[in-house]
């Protein structure tokens, strides 16, 4: 089986707390007769801090698309290729190992990607396949471990998969959107990249990946999209998506059922992407999980915020770090993201 290596997760340098972005909120909704309300909605979030790759006055201060369009990609890559770097470090490779590329990244736009940016600071081979990932969203994380792992198997000589996420969602920040949404997702997502290798060679201590489960639920594509005009990017998340949550997770569950070795199989350990509270407690009611396993997620999420796509991995290197499920334990990672989109591995600890 395909085995992940450590996770190292990489944090821009510019701490935002939430309480000082609530007090810049407050400010510009003063005359909102709906401000306390609002205020409430986003104090649910549970995100106490989060990471931004430039400071909040810079934040607010929109400078219109070509210009973040261009902060994006400048620190995307610095980013990634200085976190790419440290997780061949974890891994005890050098770019010289790397087979293959992937990258997942929503949060802006070039051509080309970031991920053909990498192979050029990175030093990478000429030669390495690259699959960028970028629309995708939240699930980009968990698709990107996916891809790897298929990768690997497509290719019998192949060793070695670098998989990197990298998210900037404060440069999409729009201070004069005042919709409901916008406002969530200004207090919800944070900045960060993570990365990691995927190996072929099952006997490397990781998380070793089997086989996984992709699901769009029908008639859920306006539940969680980007919209695009002059001024920049709108991320919006309507309300209904943790609805649509709930009516995947039945289907979800089903999977399980059908691929466990026994009708009694419930994971061990859960490597959740964070999305919010309400979408980790629908996903721990419809399995049946103890809110245990939702520890390491809970603690990112208020920790770093909703990192996108970036965020299984940070929850990954967390559980990596406490180590609290048993050796040989078996368990799920999953991810959720537009479309309404699913995409759950099957993993056990080796």
Sequence with gaps: MPTVSRPVVGLPP?????????????????????????????ENTSVQSRRAVIPLDEIVAHTGLSKRNGLHLEHAVALATSTALDALDAADCTTNDIDALVVANCTGHALPGVDAHLV??????PTVRRTPIAQMGCAGG?????????????????????????????????????????????????????????SADDTRSGLRLGVSWEYILPASLDDM???????????????????????????????????SPGPQWTPQFLISHTGGPKIMDALRDGLGCSEELFACSRASLRELGNTA???????????WRQASAPPAATGLLVGFGPGVTTVAIRASWN
């Excluded at 510019?14 to 909102?32: E, G, I, K, M, P």
């Excluded at 050029?120 to 081979?125: F, I, V």
């Excluded at 209904?240 to 691929?259: F, Y």
């Excluded at 796509?309 to 559980?319: F, G, K």
Aim: aromatic share 6%; glycine share 2%.
């Design 225 to 259: 999209v980007y919209r695009v005009d002059e001024v920049g990017f709108h991320f919006e998340t309507l309300p209904s998506v943790t609805d649509c949550i709930i009516r995947t997770v039945p289907h979800l569950a089903e999977w399980l059922r059908t691929s």
């Design 14 to 42: 510019h701490v935002l707390d939430q309480s000082d972005v609530l007090d810049h909120l407050t400010r510009r909704l003063r005359d909102n007769p709906k401000l306390s309300a609002i205020r409430r909605v986003l």
């Design 142 to 198: 968990a698709y990107a471990l996916a891809r790897a792992a298929q990768d690997l198997a497509a290719h019998p000589d192949a060793t070695h998969v670098l998989v990197v996420a990298v998210e900037l969602p404060s440069l999409s920040y729009q201070a004069d959107d005042l919709t409901i949404s916008s406002l969530v997702s200004g207090a919800l997502f944070g900045d960060a990249c993570a990365a990691t290798v995927v």
């Design 309 to 319: 796509s970036v965020a299984v991995l940070d929850v990954l290197a967390r559980a």
């Design 120 to 125: 050029n600071t990175l030093g990478l081979r």
